[in-house]
């Protein structure tokens, strides 16, 4: 279940499966192509996504050893998701500076609707106490493309710091 093509196949178009987690594509225009923020240059990025369920950060942080866990999950999304639409609401006035190890980039948070009934749902059906994540979208990073995991509110209380993010950024998102 680790390749996209395996994913596409259960899920669909609508989400991606890269990097052991799914995630819902998003466009956003208008953006610069970089900005500063806490003397870093950052460049925007090629594509956009919300990271809905980080199953390999998920597996990780929680010492998860339920055997296939990881194709439980998606097929539970997609058994889900015909149910309940997966979708983004709207982005948030928030906008956070993310520093962890070497990577630093600005992240939008926004609202996604039936995520966390789907969190309810993996809670209850493997006796985990998993939190809501914090939905947001990366745009701009000082490794090309590198983004930094932002899967529950420890992450947000040790990486991240809101930010007044520049005016032509705000325009973008309608803020």
Do not use: W
């Amino acid at each position: 279940m680790n390749t996209p093509q395996n994913f596409k196949d259960c899920i669909g178009e609508k989400y991606v499966y890269e990097n052991n987690m799914i995630a819902l594509p998003v466009m956003i225009e208008g953006l610069p192509s970089q900005i500063e923020v806490e003397r870093y240059a950052l460049n925007l990025k090629t594509s956009f996504h919300i990271s809905l369920v980080c199953v390999g950060k998920i597996i990780e942080k929680h010492n998860i050893s339920i055997p296939d866990f990881e194709e439980k999950v998606v097929k539970d999304f997609f058994e889900f998701g015909k149910a309940n639409n997966v979708f983004l609401k709207h982005y948030r006035d928030e906008f956070r500076f993310v520093a962890h190890n070497e990577r630093r980039t600005v992240v939008v948070m926004c609202e996604v609707v039936n995520l966390s009934g789907f969190f309810d749902l993996l809670n209850k059906k493997y006796d985990l106490d998993l939190e809501y994540p914090p939905t947001h979208v990366t745009l701009y990073t000082l490794q090309p493309d590198a983004g930094i995991f932002l899967t529950d509110s420890f992450d947000i209380q040790n990486f991240t710091k809101v930010i007044e993010a520049p005016e032509d950024v705000k325009k973008a998102f309608g803020l």
